[in-house]
């Protein structure tokens, strides 16, 4: 079976089922341990609670959408290598999207409703971006670990010191986005045009405003 050719309707099954477990099931496990892990529970008072719950809630919309925007560049990319690439970062991702997961159900709160809409609206996102082309692609990868490195710091900037477990989470995935970002511009991610940037941080932006809420 080493040299199995997978067919685009293998893919396509492949997605479905990644998009099934991610939206309801848990992600595979990861071989990393959680990074709160090593923090104990603090004593948060309510409104710093709920305020997590919501950036958290957000942050977890956003690693489900990383899943499908992986998983539909990986249907598009031509390069075998840069296929190869996508899937490994979709893989990391799943790490994040179960440390927020679990984070998530430690502050008394839920997941997005939204997120299977998140993770269609993603997966066609990115097999465009792959469809345009590798080096454009990539880029896409690279502009949007950079964003949302940046959404991260100001989830940061919101979230009380005394809450160890959840800035924990984000200070390692803030470390894994930056990395990811490197790593594609340095297989040759193009830098993207200031209108398609502009457009990305719209679109990141309806998602992060709805997910807050809903
Ligand atoms: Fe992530
Ligand atoms: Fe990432």
Redesign the pocket.
């Known amino acids: 079976m080493l040299n199995r050719h997978y067919s685009k309707l293998d893919q396509l099954i492949d997605i479905f089922d990644n998009g099934l477990r991610t939206v309801f099931g848990a992600a595979p496990q990861g071989e990393r341990a959680n990074p709160a892990d090593t923090h104990p529970e603090a004593e948060l008072g309510a409104e710093d609670k709920v305020l997590a719950g919501r950036l958290m809630r957000i ?1 977890h919309a ?2 489900v959408a ?1 899943q499908g925007l992986y998983q539909g560049q990986a249907l598009t990319a031509k390069l075998p290598d840069v296929r190869e690439k996508m899937q490994q970062a979709a893989d ?2 799943n ?3 179960n440390w927020c997961a679990s984070r998530i159900s430690e502050l008394g709160t839920r997941t997005s409703l939204l997120d299977p809409f998140w993770y269609a609206g993603s997966v066609s996102i990115g097999a465009l971006a792959g469809a345009i082309g590798d080096k454009w692609s990539l880029g896409f990868v690279a502009e949007t ?1 950079h964003q ?1 490195v940046r959404h991260l710091d100001s989830h940061l900037a919101q979230i009380t010191p005394a809450d160890a477990r959840t800035r924990a989470i984000l200070e390692q ?1 803030k470390i ?2 930056g990395q ?1 970002a490197t790593t594609a511009l340095e297989a040759g991610g193009a830098a993207l045009p200031a209108p398609i940037k502009a457009l990305m941080q719209l679109t990141s932006k309806v998602m992060t405003r709805t997910a807050y809420w809903i």
């Open positions: 942050n956003g690693e990383a990391e991702e790490d994040h999207l670990e949302v995935m894994d986005e990811h």
